[in-house]
């Protein structure tokens, strides 16, 4: 059974950070493209960074988390991590990472609809 096992969020202070974890059993993580998304009460799913396979090495991040945000794989742990430095109270939100069928990320890589497993999302909370 193909799952993207989700875990690391929780409460932090503005300016704090946290590290995501995202584990995929069923398949080798290494030859897919991975994104990790986020989604705030009310608003819309919205992509956060993407990195290709190991063999496609490119990193790709949103505007608002370039510089903060740093996303990294881990082949012999089948795990993909996202690092995530200087909150802000709007980095509040549910984050889930996916699955994309593809070796790179893509043009596409920003779209929830070419992502074709999720992980159930673990929240994110920053406030003081």
């Known amino acids: 059974q193909l799952q993207l096992v989700q875990s690391g969020g929780g409460l932090v202070q503005p300016g704090g950070s946290l590290r995501l974890s995202c584990k995929a059993s069923g398949f080798f993580l290494s030859y897919y493209s991975i994104g990790w998304f986020r989604q705030a009460p009310g608003k819309e799913r919205e992509a956060v960074s993407c990195?290709?396979?190991?063999?496609?090495?490119?990193?790709n991040y949103a505007d608002s988390v370039k510089g903060r945000f740093t996303m990294s794989r881990d082949d012999a742990k089948n795990s993909v991590y996202l690092q995530v430095n200087s909150l802000k109270s709007e980095d509040t939100a549910e984050y889930y990472c996916?699955?994309?069928?593809?070796?790179?990320?893509?043009?596409?890589?920003?779209?929830?609809?070419?992502?074709?497993?999720w992980g159930r999302g673990t929240q994110v909370t920053v406030s003081s």
């Open positions: 996916a699955r994309q069928p593809y070796s790179l990320c893509g043009a596409g890589w920003s779209t929830p609809m070419n992502y074709d497993y």
């Open positions: 990195i290709s396979s190991t063999a496609g090495n490119t990193t």
